[in-house]
Nanobody
């Protein structure tokens, strides 16, 4: 179990951009981002294989969001562009996927979340 700390959430207008970050203590083979919109279930957004850097995205963010890793700083990023009101959610980072690396994988360790609000 490791401590994960998200940051960078906030309010942004539709069409805008925002990057959320996740500070981790040790890298695992697969790390990811999830989100939970208000009143809805949590959903996988993106995942990254740390060995090789392959990335995977949910259809509803592909082409708009980018997951990346800075090993030197132990930070996982989610760059979000062309934001829509439906992207409003609490965003969580997760590490140590169980099984195949994908946005829908089960992960062992979770952060506390950071809120993103997309509204005019």
């Amino acid at each position: 179990t490791q401590n994960l700390e998200e940051s960078g959430g906030g309010s942004v207008q539709p069409g805008g951009s925002l990057t959320v970050s996740c500070k981790y203590t040790s890298r695992s083979h697969c790390m990811g981002w999830f989100r939970q919109p208000p009143g809805k279930a949590r959903e996988g957004v993106a995942a990254i294989k740390t060995g090789g850097g392959s990335t995977y995205y949910a259809d509803f963010v592909r082409g708009r969001f980018t997951i990346s890793l800075d090993d030197a700083k132990n930070i996982l990023y989610l760059q979000m562009t062309s934001l829509k009101p439906e992207d409003t959610a609490d965003y969580y980072c997760a590490t140590d996927a169980i099984g195949t690396c994908s946005p829908g994988a089960a992960f062992r360790d979770w952060g506390q979340g950071t809120q993103v609000i997309v509204s005019s």
